[in-house]
């Protein structure tokens, strides 16, 4: 069964910090890289990090040295601390394989940046 569940979202203050969870089903999981994305309201969805297997990573530009991605490979999750938080980080932020292997979307967590 494919499964994406998202968790950590909140409401947040500008400059504060916060931490995403996904727990992913072991058919998207296992052996493949994992990422985060994120949809702003009247925007596409867009890539923000990735993680392999072996745990090298990579970032937008817009998230980089504020982002950390990290995954624990004995429970299928995906981890996403978001740090120096801003207002243009507001978005719902889903967690997926990339590249896409299933064309399945959990229901991503609402992070909400504001003062």
């Known amino acids: 069964q494919v499964q994406l569940v998202e968790s950590g979202g909140g409401l947040v203050q500008p400059g504060g910090s916060l931490r995403l969870s996904c727990a992913a089903s072991r058919m998207i999981f296992s052996g493949n890289a994992m990422a985060w994305y994120r949809q702003a309201p009247g925007k596409q969805r867009e890539f923000v990090a990735r993680i392999t297997g072996g745990g090298l990573t990579v970032y937008a530009d817009s998230v980089k040295g504020r982002f950390t991605i990290s995954r624990d490979n004995a429970k299928n999750t995906v981890g996403l601390q978001m740090n120096s938080l801003k207002p243009e980080d507001t978005a719902v932020y889903y967690c997926?394989?990339?590249?896409?292997?299933?064309?399945?979307w959990g229901q991503g967590t609402q992070v909400t940046v504001s003062s």
């Open positions: 997926n394989s990339l590249p896409l292997i299933y064309d399945y």
